[in-house]
């Protein structure tokens, strides 16, 4: 039988496998973060995935491939940080 949703299903494997790989934590407050609060933005202004037109599948999958263009963080910071795009320096786990 087939899923009726294959793809969500792939894409929280590789958003828990993303949210691992960035330490599991904010990079502005440290807070735990999950599936659910996980958000990533991206340390350089990137036409293609700013704005609310990006695709959540399309933007995990380039998380993954470039991890070191983003940054892990819970909705709060992420906010701050689209407001202070540029000034806040983002430290990415290797
Ligand atoms: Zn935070």
């Not at 009726?4 to 599991?24: C, E, L, N």
């Not at 704005?51 to 701050?80: E, F, L």
Request: charged share 30%; aromatic share 10%; with cysteine.
């Amino acid at each position: 039988m087939k899923e009726k949703t294959p793809w969500q299903k792939q894409y929280h494997k590789v958003r828990d496998a993303v949210i691992v790989a960035f330490g599991g934590k904010c990079f502005g407050c440290d807070k735990k973060l999950t599936r659910k609060t996980a958000e990533f933005s991206h340390i350089e202004v990137d036409e293609e995935f700013n704005g609310g037109s990006r695709g959540s599948w399309k933007r995990i999958t380039n998380v993954m491939k470039h991890p070191s263009k983003y940054g892990m963080a819970c909705n709060a910071c992420h906010k701050k940080r689209d407001i202070k795009l540029g000034i806040w320096k983002w430290q990415v786990a290797t």
